[in-house]
């Protein structure tokens, strides 16, 4: 018995459970830009997306992929970081996103979108934990300037920017006071996140 | 060393890749009625969302949590199934959704919800496939008449109900042809579900 224990090779395949994939997949604004992302890795995020849920099964959804450091240059100005940190104009070169997937709709599909994108954005911002990135989902977006910055034909509404890279930075989520949803810096540039407990958040008629 | 080996318990922890999940998560609309689902089940599916990112972090949606056969009984027929089979009225008595979770948009707190209803369904619904649950995303609801019926405030936008039970139905992903993106069930009431490929969802400008 023993001698067969001893042979019986055990494989431990460990992925997170999804509660803790959820925990870890914050909101990342400041990244360790030198950590490039390939492109299969934003390929197979998309395809994340591609699989989940989409109203009456349109799949309207499209997907531009960048992750040089040329074209990323060309969509971060066209991004608006973080409204409530006031005296903060955005990640500083060197901790900014090394990779962009930018979600768009397109209008000769459909015209209503509904929450395709917030589904799509869901798997994708889990999947980039699971792979080891980390970033943020963006929907203050200077859309015009990045229109005509990449060329993007008319037919697309440009959803959402979903920013990715390797996180330097630390978020920690912590009790709402007061009401006040506004996270905030602390002096070790630690981030803080007020949370609605879920009490508030279920309600009984 | 065999001794020693043998006497080594290995724990196995095994959870699903974010990809298998993601897979495994289809719209399910057939379930085994008789298969109760937990208050506390449903109450953790709703903390994966509450842990979700929210635009401007602002965390607007209530919920509304329904598992007992009466509490079902009053949401089912506010619910519009399934557009594209037009032979089908809905699942049956006995293949009926057992939970809802219905998403509310707290008007109170802002009269824009964004894509958060997404982000939080997403996350409900791969939770709800973690939990061996399944069940369909709908935003075809007969709104005034689930108001009327549960007497929801006017103050909370009704967003989306979230249907859950056993599923009983095989959904068969394939690929989609002549651009056809309708869903369709044959003979033996398997459920195929055309997605478009991934060439076609990433497009080059």
């Known amino acids: 018995m023993e001698s067969g224990a001893a042979k019986n090779v055990v494989l431990k395949f460990y992925t997170m459970s999804l509660k803790d994939l959820i925990f870890k997949t914050r909101s990342y604004r400041r990244f360790d830009e030198s950590f490039r992302i390939e492109y299969k890795t934003l390929k197979g ?5 591609r699989l989940s849920a ?3 099964n349109r799949q309207p959804l499209k997907y531009l992929i960048y992750n040089s450091p040329e074209e990323c240059n060309r969509v971060f100005p066209s991004v608006v970081w973080a409204a409530y940190l006031k005296d903060w104009d955005g990640p500083v070169a060197g901790e900014r996103p090394s990779g962009y997937i930018i979600v768009l709709g397109d209008t000769s599909i459909t015209g209503a979108f509904g929450v395709d994108h917030g589904i ?3 798997s994708i911002m889990l999947g980039a934990t699971e792979a080891g990135l980390g970033g943020c989902m963006i ?6 300037l ?3 910055e990449l060329q ?3 037919k697309y509404e440009i959803l959402l920017i979903l920013a990715l890279g390797k996180p330097v930075e630390v978020v920690i989520l912590e009790e709402i006071k007061d009401g ?3 996270y905030w810096r602390d002096a070790e540039k630690n981030h803080h996140v007020p949370k609605r407990p879920l009490d508030e958040l279920i309600i009984k008629l």
Chains 1, 2 share one sequence.
């Open 139 to 144: 929907a203050s977006i200077k859309r015009e």
């Open 54 to 56: 989409s109203g009456g």
């Open 45 to 49: 995020l998309v395809d994340l997306a």
């Open 120 to 122: 799509a954005a869901q």
């Open 152 to 154: 993007i034909p008319e």
């Open 180 to 182: 006040d949803v506004k």
């Open 146 to 148: 990045l229109r005509n």
